[in-house]
């Protein structure tokens, strides 16, 4: 489960999972005392609970760790602590799409940040159809559905209500691009083909969730596995 908090990444292990201590600035237990000011860079915590989210969530949804990179939560009961964690919200679903045409990456320009094509499915849609349906709407092309990518869960506050927007990827090809435009409606300025190198260039000022997608994707290139 691919968690954005405020757009901290907010990862979920098993205690059974392997983990490496030179990936993280910080390892603490549940039960060690810290504040928020001890939470910098990429934080590791062993022996997560409820108590511990809870809290934790608290201080991210209020920008209180400023400095946190990413935070490791490691816990016996993995399946439960993210059922606690989903409680909290009002879940949401959406669908988008990383698309690729003769090696290059479209990305879109919305509201000062780099992002790709995704939105709200319609009531009783079909995920793929939503993925489809939105990518054409907001860039105005064709495309097919190649493989799924992974899924991503971040959070925002919409009219005094704690929402969790689970968005489901996929990577799609793009086979018309002759009438290519931005959906103003959506508030997209521009909408253009990049390389690789270019998008690397770009993911800086790109939300931590499609910077994840991206870089799954560009990896899995190297690797050959999606």
């Given at each position: 489960m ?9 990862i ?11 990936e ?7 039960a060690?005392?810290f ?6 860079g990429?934080?590791?915590i ?11 969530v608290?201080?991210m ?5 400023k400095?946190?990179?990413s935070?490791t939560?490691?816990?016996d ?11 909290q919200f009002?879940?949401v679903k ?6 690729i045409?003769?090696?290059?990456i ?11 094509p ?5 009531k ?8 489809l349906?939105e ?10 559905v ?10 925002y ?7 969790l927007?689970k968005?489901?990827w996929?990577?799609?090809?793009c ?16 909408v ?7 998008v ?20 899995s290139?190297?690797t050959?596995?999606?």
């Open positions: 691919n968690v954005f908090i405020n757009d901290i990444p907010l979920l292990k098993k205690a059974s999972e392997k983990t490496y201590k030179h993280y600035d910080l390892i603490l237990k549940a060690d005392h504040t928020s000011k001890d939470l910098v990429d934080v590791l062993k022996d997560a609970d409820a108590v511990l989210i809870d809290r934790l608290r201080l949804e209020v920008k209180k760790l400095k946190l990179k935070l939560l490691v816990a009961k993995k399946k439960r602590l993210i059922a606690h964690l989903k409680d009002k879940i959406a669908a988008g799409g990383l698309v045409k003769d090696d290059k479209l990305m879109m320009y919305r509201l000062g940040v780099w992002d790709l995704k939105g709200k499915l319609d009783k849609e079909k995920v793929k159809a939503g993925a349906r990518v054409e709407e907001e860039c105005n092309i064709q495309v097919e190649l493989e799924k990518l992974p899924k991503t869960w971040h959070s506050a919409y009219k005094g209500k704690k929402i927007k968005t489901s996929f990577l799609m090809n086979t018309d691009d002759s009438l290519m435009k931005p959906q103003a409606e959506e508030f997209i300025e521009e253009r083909w990049m390389t690789p190198e270019e690397m260039e770009v993911l800086p000022n790109a939300y931590t969730s499609i910077s994840f997608i991206v870089r799954h994707y560009l990896q290139q190297k050959g596995k999606v």
